[in-house]
């Protein structure tokens, strides 16, 4: 098992939240990152897309967007972050803030966009804490609901 089960008084929410299936879990943070996605597309019309910003031709923004990008993010900032800051301080809902943080601070398109990259981290760190607990293979399910994200954004830009 890769964290401990905590200690303390669990609420109703995350009694929820430890009940649904690893599949459940992905579907429910690809639901919200894309649902927080769409919000802040429509706050914040102006926006561009990273691949834009970044001047990725098609086959970069697919490769490094939703392949590369979700497995190497996944592995720095939730794996590591949360393990190590839940090892030194014992406490997740620390360990899940600190990868939300970094993971936010790491998409430095415009404020907005950390914002939303931050909210997104929460999910994903939340997802990877409960799928931990039960020795279900976080990183995989983390990677693969980053990447579904991603893809959409890919498909919306690219495709349609």
């Known amino acids: ?11 109703g929410m995350s ?4 009940k649904r299936s690893a599949w459940q879990l992905v579907a429910g943070g690809y639901v919200v990152t894309v649902g927080l996605n769409f919000l802040f597309g429509y706050l914040f019309p102006d926006q561009q897309s ?9 086959k970069e923004a697919f ?3 939703v392949i590369f990008g979700p497995m190497l993010e996944t592995y720095l900032i939730q794996y590591l972050v949360i393990k190590y ?15 939300a943080i970094i993971f936010g601070a790491s998409h430095t398109y415009s404020v907005p966009y950390m914002i939303l990259t931050f909210l997104s981290g929460i999910v994903y760190g939340i997802i ?9 293979l976080p990183f995989f399910y983390i990677t693969l609901t ?7 954004g890919f498909c919306i830009e690219h495709v349609f």
């Open 1 to 11: 098992m890769l964290l401990s089960k905590p200690k303390t008084y669990w609420t």
């Open 15 to 18: 009694v929820w939240i430890m």
């Open 50 to 58: 990273a691949s834009v910003i970044l001047n990725f031709t098609v």
């Open 63 to 65: 490769w490094l967007g």
């Open 85 to 99: 800051v839940h090892k030194w301080t014992s406490i997740y809902w620390i360990a899940v803030l600190a990868s």
């Open 128 to 136: 990877y804490v409960v799928l931990a607990f039960r020795g279900k």
């Open 146 to 152: 980053h990447a579904l994200h991603n893809l959409t």
